[in-house]
């Protein structure tokens, strides 16, 4: 790979602030690379040898799995194409902190029937479309003003404000794309700035779910084609984009995106991903990028 560039990414979360200078002086010393503070006690970069491999990368990783610390790979041509121009993020367990499905499920006393189905899908067990829309079955007659409570106290993760008011500020495209419902989408969209969004539509009728979902119902490849849509809509390539999600609905737009993010994720998201974030907040995927924390709004 003639003319990449090779980064060690090493980031934390905000808020715990745990990469420490005896650390990155650790790391420095092991790589033999002077650090590049993006954001001091959490976040630095070291630029690598060519040679570096993935083998080398697990290598580090396993002298410092006992440290809450997420270390990325990240291969690049240009400092313009290391800041992505579209990202596709997941919605429930990414973007907000809870699986919205299951906090409507608590409210209605239904949590343990949606809850198993939720994780078998998440799990990639059973297929994605049929645990919708058996989950959605289960919310029939449900009172809409339960999906309004649940929208008027939505969670958000750690830094997903930052995250797309920096990239946005930076001219790139921000949706937000979910398995979940629009009736919830749409207002994260207006709470954080994404410029699209896509998500299943519940029917209601008389103020109350009906147990079906109106057509077109989205499933694990969406997102992927959504992607892929986005991409040619503003003749972008694939590696101007960026993904970040935490479950198996997740696997084929990270495949996809050049730099696909496992956030929080699922074994078998974790499994089929480049990129993981276990233990950063969201900014994470701004420091992959190369911003520093000046840039960070």
Known sequence: MHNINKILVVSTSIEKKLLEKKII?????????????????????????????????????FC??????????????????RKKKLL??????????????????????????IKKITKDAMDGKINFISSLVERVRVLKNTNEKHLVK??????????AKELITTMKKNGSICALCTGGFYYIANEVKSALGFDYIQANTLEIKNG??????????FNENSKKEFLIHLADKYKLSLEDTCSIGDGANDIEMNKLSSLGVSFKGKEIL????????????????????????SEIQ
Not at 66 to 81: A, G, T, V
Not at 208 to 217: E, F, Q, R, S
Not at 273 to 282: G, M, P, Q, V
């Open 150 to 159: 649940i929208k008027n106290n939505l969670k958000y993760n750690r830094g």
């Open 64 to 81: 410092f799995k006992n440290i809450n610390i997420d270390m990325n790979l990240i291969k690049f041509r240009s400092q313009s194409n």
């Open 88 to 113: 596709i993020a997941d919605m429930d367990s990414t973007i907000l902190r809870s699986e919205t499905l299951d906090d409507l499920a608590i409210l209605i006393g239904k949590i343990e029937q």
């Open 270 to 293: 974790r499994d089929n991903s480049k990129y993981i974030l276990d233990h950063s907040d969201l900014t994470g995927l701004l420091f992959l990028q190369g911003y520093s924390k």
């Open 25 to 61: 002086d650790k790391i420095s010393k092991i790589l033999k690379s002077r650090p590049n503070i993006l954001w001091e006690n959490v976040s630095a970069e070291f630029k690598l040898d060519p040679s570096f491999t993935n083998n080398d990368l697990n290598e580090i990783r």
């Open 208 to 217: 109350y779910i009906t147990g079906n979902l109106i057509k077109p119902i």
